[in-house]
T-cell receptor, first 116, second 115 residues
Framework: KAGVTQTPRYLIKTRGQQVTLSCSPISGHRSVSWYQQTPGQGLQFLFEYFSETQRNKGNFPGRFSGRQFSNSRSEMNVSTLELGDSALYLC???????????????FGPGTRLLVL | AQSVTQPDIHITVSEGASLELRCNYSYGATPYLFWYVQSPGQGLQLLLKYFSGDTLVQGIKGFEAEFKRSQSSFNLRKPSVHWSDAAEYFCAVGRTQGGSEKLVFGKGTKLTVNP
């Protein structure tokens, strides 16, 4: 069974631009979560989607948004990019929702975004 | 503030030596506890998790962790480290707070294994 896939793997943008990242969960998984990983802040939760609905949201500005499609694939969008948005963005999928971990989350390899 | 602390940013051990990575959390009740590993250029892989019951949890790749309520700790151990264990290790805590679910990660411990 294929794992979580994220595209693109690497991305370079300039300040002010917007970016869309894509995540395809493991087949049969209905929940997708997004995380931002930076050297300074570590791993921080962005949002969780289940059945095309945002179920939980972390403490990020409104420039960060996401959505989930009927096939459970998810996208996240960052508008008006800032230098501080440079990070590794990780997507995780699980069979059912739940950030507390009762449902095991399987992580993708991430998309590394560099903002110049 | 609720937090997860991994006191050691970087640990170096020799191959074959034992390993213990520390994790402390500050929450009022017993949360759900996890250890993840991240190899360079890879996403996170779950090593083990604790919800309740036996406080010694066995995981994949020969890892185990022990939950100690009195010390608010969930330390990861391995009796004999292999060169392939070199990676970054993250402790995480999951809990429900105010109707919202949270999964909070520590800052990570980078493990170097010397031959």
């Amino acid at each position: 069974k294929a794992g979580v896939t994220q595209t693109p793997r690497y991305l370079i943008k300039t300040r002010g631009q917007q970016v869309t990242l894509s995540c395809s969960p493991i087949s049969g998984h209905r929940s997708v979560s997004w995380y931002q990983q930076t050297p300074g802040q570590g791993l921080q939760f962005l949002f969780e989607y289940f059945s095309e609905t945002q179920r939980n949201k972390g403490n990020f500005p409104g420039r960060f948004s996401g959505r989930q499609f009927s096939n459970s694939r998810s996208e996240m969008n960052v508008s008006t990019l800032e230098l501080g948005d440079s990070a590794l963005y990780l997507c995780a999928s699980s069979l059912e929702p739940g950030l507390t971990g009762r449902e095991t989350q399987y992580f993708g390899p991430g998309t590394r975004l560099l903002v110049l | 503030a609720q937090s997860v602390t991994q006191p050691d940013i970087h640990i170096t051990v020799s191959e074959g030596a034992s390993l213990e990575l520390r994790c402390n959390y500050s929450y009022g009740a017993t949360p759900y506890l996890f250890w993840y590993v991240q190899s360079p250029g890879q996403g996170l892989q779950l090593l083990l998790k604790y919800f309740s019951g036996d406080t010694l949890v066995q995981g994949i790749k020969g890892f185990e962790a022990e939950f100690k309520r009195s010390q608010s700790s969930f330390n990861l151990r391995k009796p004999s480290v292999h060169w392939s264990d070199a990676a970054e290790y993250f402790c995480a805590v999951g809990r429900t707070q105010g109707g919202s679910e949270k999964l909070v990660f520590g800052k990570g411990t980078k493990l170097t294994v010397n031959p």
